[in-house]
């Protein structure tokens, strides 16, 4: 396997401000850009930029579209890896395609999205299945994230950080986490995601309790079902009145 083929160059445009994001969670991310902002001047100084993020928490609750967002405002490529797809069979071969990647975010200045790091960074002190190997991939990984250049920029992220190795989390300069939204949090997205529609399709079942993605696919399913039922109305109305006078003629 060429790790390099599960590298996705993402370019979908994500503004920061469109994100759902608590105030703290907001003001941390905007001091992280001012610093790669103001990189040569804090350089000068000898002031490091912290340029390794990690994102913990609920899944659908805003992970990825935070790196989309942090890469557009940086004006930075993109590199997006999913974990879960690349850990081969022979760790080794995983040790060397992560050097590889990272390599590769290095030379370009990008910020590199390792999701699931889970699949990765697990705690040495848990793994029961081959130790050493695990440690061994373990300890690259503490290595490639030392010496990752400044001018790019790491953000990890997870669903369980209670596995995640605690040698690597000290990596991380910066740590946010995410919560299910609360239900009036969702009442305001849902309010928002319905707004473009005319009335007789904001009518849904809102269900709570769940991330902003469930709520997005949630609602977006009931407006699709509302507005084929609609159409299929309209289309049978129309029928009968295209059939009725050629009936009676007949």
Known sequence: MNILDLVINEKEPTLLEDLRLSDHNRKDISALLKEHQYIEELSKYGLPVNNKLFLHGSSGCGKTMTAKAIAQALKKPLLVLNLSNIVCSKIGETAQNLKLVFDKAAREKAVLFLDEFDHIGKSRAMDDTDVGE????????????????????????????????????????LRIGYQMPAREQLDAYYDELLSRFPPALQD??????????????????????????????QQERAFNIDEGPLSRVN
Request: glycine share 2%; charged share 20%.
């Open 204 to 233: 849904i079942d809102r269900s709570y309790d769940i991330s902003y993605a469930e709520a997005k696919d949630t609602a977006m399913t009931q407006v699709k079902s509302s507005l084929i039922a609609q159409l299929e109305s």
């Open 134 to 173: 695990m440690k061994r991939l373990v300890n690259t990984l503490l290595q490639l994230i030392d010496y990752f250049p400044g001018n790019s920029l790491l953000i990890a992220a997870t669903n369980h950080i209670e596995v995640i190795d605690h040698a690597l989390l000290r990596r991380f300069q």
